[in-house]
């Protein structure tokens, strides 16, 4: 019997939004690759996932070096241009009423991480929030799913666990979890059917 759910964040429940190219452009002006740029934030932030590293201080050379026409504050503004999607997060909701247990469990670094649980509400949204870089430990290493169903205190045969991702999917799986992989783009009627699956919902 399934009795939580784990939700992952991006590529599950929210996804960059349409202007942030747009906003990369601005802060690194003309001439620039942004897709190079757009890499080397990304690999700064995967070193901070498990909080062992500064990425503020990571983001902050990275603007240096870069030469950026806009400072801090445009380079975060960017950053946390992210987009929930309102249907799935209704779906969550309607879990929750149900009595399902919904948690947020995602790869993320310190200054993200508050962004979505404060600006995006996301402390309100789920029932408990899992981020590594509070965790100590990234997803897809096993731990991770390990100290989420023991600070639940639940069975992993009792959780179950959506992932945009195949090689976290295995891990969880590996974990004793249950688990599927899901994309934003299904929509919630491609949830609602998995969900199913699993004897959630009608």
């Known amino acids: 019997m399934i009795r939580a759910i784990l939700f992952d964040a991006d590529g599950v429940i929210q996804r960059p939004a349409p202007l942030?190219?747009?906003?990369?452009?601005?802060?690194l002006g003309a001439d620039q690759d942004i897709d190079a740029f757009v890499a080397a934030v990304f690999d700064a932030e995967r070193q901070a996932h498990s909080g062992g590293s500064d990425f503020i201080a990571a983001f902050t050379e990275l603007v240096v070096e870069w030469r950026c026409q806009g400072d801090m504050q445009d380079a975060l503004?960017?950053?946390?241009?992210?987009?929930?999607?309102?249907?799935?997060?209704?779906?969550v909701q309607s879990l929750r009423r149900g009595n399902v247990k919904c948690c947020l469990a995602t790869n993320q670094e310190p200054h993200r991480a508050s962004y979505m649980s404060q600006q995006l509400g996301y402390r309100h949204l789920f029932d408990r929030?899992?981020?590594?870089?509070?965790?100590?430990?990234?997803?897809?290493?096993?731990?991770?799913?390990?100290?989420?169903?023991?600070?639940?205190?639940?069975?992993?045969?009792?959780?179950?666990?959506?992932?945009?991702?195949?090689?976290?999917?295995?891990?969880?799986?590996?974990?004793?979890?249950?688990a599927v992989q899901f994309l934003i783009e299904s929509g919630p009627g491609r949830l609602a059917e998995t969900l199913r699956q699993f004897g959630i919902g009608g």
């Not at 965790?135 to 069975?155: Q, S, T």
Request: with cysteine; glycine share 6%.
């Open 20 to 27: 942030r190219r747009d906003a990369w452009k601005q802060l």
């Open 77 to 91: 503004r960017a950053w946390t241009m992210i987009e929930p999607d309102a249907d799935i997060l209704q779906f």
């Open 129 to 178: 929030e899992f981020y590594s870089c509070h965790m100590g430990v990234a997803k897809p290493a096993p731990e991770y799913f390990r100290f989420i169903v023991g600070d639940l205190g639940l069975p992993a045969a009792d959780v179950l666990f959506l992932d945009d991702r195949e090689d976290n999917v295995a891990s969880a799986k590996d974990a004793g979890l249950h």
